[in-house]
């Protein structure tokens, strides 16, 4: 059978447009599943313990080799977002304040990643997410000390955001139930010699009653100066506030 040029143009085209959607088709799957797992990523061009980051001049040198274009930032997955947030290299001097919230308010403010994260509507569900697939009993025996510490401190930096206004208000209500739930298991699973783990998780938690307007906790809070003092800021060492708020959140599971 002879085609007329017309013809072979015409299947040519069909067979071009078909390529196209099949990959388009193939692309998007893989960015699908790029989202879903986080793999999008940002990929720091400058890290801790390199050449070119010893050779930062700076903490603001540090600051701006750590800034994320805006053309990355906005097509990332929320997913990849949290990822990269968490992988911040300057993220753990919030840690190194007398209160977190001010250590945290102190990174933030030079890191253009988190106001990022904090402007997507589904940023608490992708951080509960995360905190959900952290296990604190998961630490294997064979990690050295720096290891087992960097995983305990990656739970406690999801913490951290979590416990942030912009997630907190984010969150549903089934939401913020599936976050006290994961978080007194967490609390009653992991080391119970550390004080930084214990409060981390209750600092965020007791934001979390705050925000449903638990009864007996929003008494408390309009009563006790210590309990807003740690809802405002989460300093360290009240040990009877912590105690008090592990039972509010018993009893917030209770009356699910």
């Given at each position: ?76 997955s929320t997913a990849g977002l949290v990822e990269t947030v968490l992988n911040y290299p300057l993220f753990g001097d919030a840690w190194a304040w007398n ?20 402007d997507r509507k589904d940023a608490g569900t992708e951080l509960l997410a995360k905190y959900q697939s952290l296990d604190p009993m998961a630490v294997n ?94 300093p360290f060492g009240m040990d009877s506030v912590l105690k008090d708020i592990y039972n509010q959140a018993q009893g917030y599971l209770a009356g699910i």
């Open positions: 059978m002879i085609f007329s040029s017309k013809q072979v143009v015409l299947a040519r085209l069909v067979s071009l447009s078909l390529c196209t959607v099949l990959a388009l088709t193939v692309m998007a799957c893989s960015t699908k599943t790029a989202a879903a797992n986080g793999s999008d990523a940002y990929d720091y061009p400058v890290k801790p313990g390199t050449d070119a980051w010893k050779a930062l001049g700076s903490h603001e040198d540090m600051l701006n080799a750590c800034q994320i274009p805006e053309t990355t930032l906005n097509r990332m209160y977190p919230q001010e250590g945290f308010d102190s990174v933030s403010s030079g890191f253009n990643g988190i106001t990022a994260l904090f025996s064979d990690w050295t000390d720096l290891q087992k510490g960097q995983y305990e401190f990656r739970i406690l930096d999801v913490e951290m955001l979590l416990a942030q206004t912009p997630v907190v208000a984010g969150l549903s209500i089934q939401d913020c139930q599936s976050l006290v739930r994961e978080a007194i298991m967490k609390y009653d699973a992991g080391p119970q010699d550390d004080i930084i783990f214990h409060e981390s998780c209750l600092w965020m938690v007791a934001r979390v009653l705050d925000k449903v307007k638990y009864a007996p906790f929003v008494e408390k809070m309009s009563s006790d100066i210590d309990y807003r003092n740690f809802v405002a800021e989460g």
